[in-house]
């Protein structure tokens, strides 16, 4: 048997290869790290070149991350164990920024369990259910692997200790995950992977109306087996099984999908700006899901020498708009995820933002949603679609205005 103990030579130890790491190897392979007490992190690699971190202390898991879907795996998870944060992600931008300037892009979802902890906006005792829960997922994909490539790294540590766990009893549930999904004859497909419809027509004849109306409206090919098991809270094997004759079939395909984006790559570095900057005028930024829409507003202020800024993921918009400082903001009151009341609300909570021209844009001119805008901080409204003549004049009194305060 390959022996899977792990030298001291820390702190950047040369890789080790480990075949067949199985729930037993996996149990000894942690229990290696605890006689020395190891504190940092383990970096394992699969064959495909997927990566998780593993963050300990002393021997015992704080946290792991990693593999082809982190951000997916942490937005399941707060949905399934923290649905008071789940609910109010549109202010997870300014969370964000209250971190200051910790390093937390070495394990940002860990940092925003510290500072929630911090807030008491979550209990401990939430946090420790979901870190657990997010280890045993990580192992089950690690287990799926089997061949991987070990380093321990002792500089990459995480400050605030929220829970401490010991890896075996971890793997055990890992273990009966994987037995479960062996079981249902499906251990050859991943539950990361996503199920679409390839035979529509076959499909409806072999289904009753209501079932492929429900199927037709979930397997849109942007969710994984794992996240429609949260939204239909089903098993994933059972809801794997269930799917399992209709793949056999050719109906159905299991297609590999990206994760969904970190709300931390801010710019500079990975701006999601849609044009870059020609001009030295104000910069006018514009937050709305609709391309088109960003699109027309940028012909609009472009024309008029003005820089323009355009931001289509309402979850980043808050980093984003703090990492650029617009003189203006546009904001869009409905959008998936968020809406432009929140999105309102957290910007006046900010100091920089406090005085920032906001103009909502809406499709619905009713005076509740006027009186609501104006209620969360709001500087003007504007209907959509918007007229050019329009836009240029509420930027041109906004600027005024803002020069005066």
Not at 136 to 155: A, G, K
Not at 161 to 178: G, P, T
Not at 273 to 292: F, H, N, R, W, Y
Not at 336 to 351: D, F, H, V
Request: net charge positive; proline share 6%; hydrophobic share 40%.
């Amino acid at each position: 048997m390959q022996n899977v103990m792990m030298t001291t030579a820390y702190p950047h130890q040369t890789p080790t290869s480990i075949s067949e790491f199985t729930p037993s190897r996996q149990a000894g392979f942690f229990d290696s790290l605890k006689q020395p007490r190891f504190s940092g992190q383990l970096v394992l690699t699969n064959s495909k070149q997927e990566t998780w971190f593993f963050y300990l202390y002393l021997g015992r898991i704080m946290y792991a991350t990693g593999g082809n879907h982190p951000v997916r795996r942490w937005r399941r998870h707060i949905a399934r164990y923290l649905p008071e944060i789940a609910s109010k992600l549109s202010s997870l931008q300014v969370d964000l920024a209250r971190l200051g300037n910790q390093d937390f892009r070495l394990c940002w979802e860990y940092e925003l369990l510290c500072l929630w902890v911090e807030q008491q906006k979550i209990s401990r005792e939430q946090a420790a259910r979901m870190i657990r829960s997010v280890i045993i997922e990580v192992l089950f994909d690690i287990t799926q692997s089997m061949e991987v490539t070990c380093q321990l790294r002792q500089d990459n540590l995480l400050s605030t200790r929220l829970v401490l766990i010991d890896a075996d009893q971890l793997i055990n549930k890992a273990q009966k995950q994987w037995q479960a999904w062996q079981g249902a004859k499906v251990a050859d497909r991943s539950p990361n992977s996503s199920p679409i419809i390839r035979q529509a027509d076959e499909l409806q004849k072999r289904t009753s109306p209501q079932v492929y109306q429900t199927l037709k409206q979930l397997l849109d090919g942007n969710q994984t087996l794992r996240d429609l098991s949260i939204r239909m809270k089903r098993d994933v094997v059972t809801l794997t099984s269930s799917l399992l004759p209709y793949i056999q079939m050719g109906l159905i395909e299991l297609i590999t999908i990206q994760d969904l984006s970190p709300p931390v790559s801010l710019p500079p570095t990975n701006p999601t700006a849609t044009t870059p900057e020609v001009s030295d005028g104000p910069l006018i930024a514009c937050v709305d899901d609709s391309p088109l829409m960003c699109q027309t507003l940028e012909k609009i202020l472009v024309g008029a020498n003005y820089q323009f800024l355009g931001i289509n993921d309402p979850l980043r918009a808050i980093a984003i708009l703090l990492a650029r400082k617009p003189d203006v903001i546009f904001l869009d009151l409905v959008m998936p995820n968020a809406n432009g009341y929140e999105i309102c609300g957290q910007l006046r909570k900010l100091s920089f933002f406090r005085h920032t021209p906001i103009i909502i844009l809406t499709g619905n001119d009713g005076i509740v949603d006027r009186v609501r805008a104006k209620m969360v901080g709001s500087t003007d409204f504007m209907s959509k679609p918007v007229n050019p003549d329009l836009v240029l004049s509420a930027i041109r009194k906004n600027l005024k205005q803002e020069s005066v305060v």
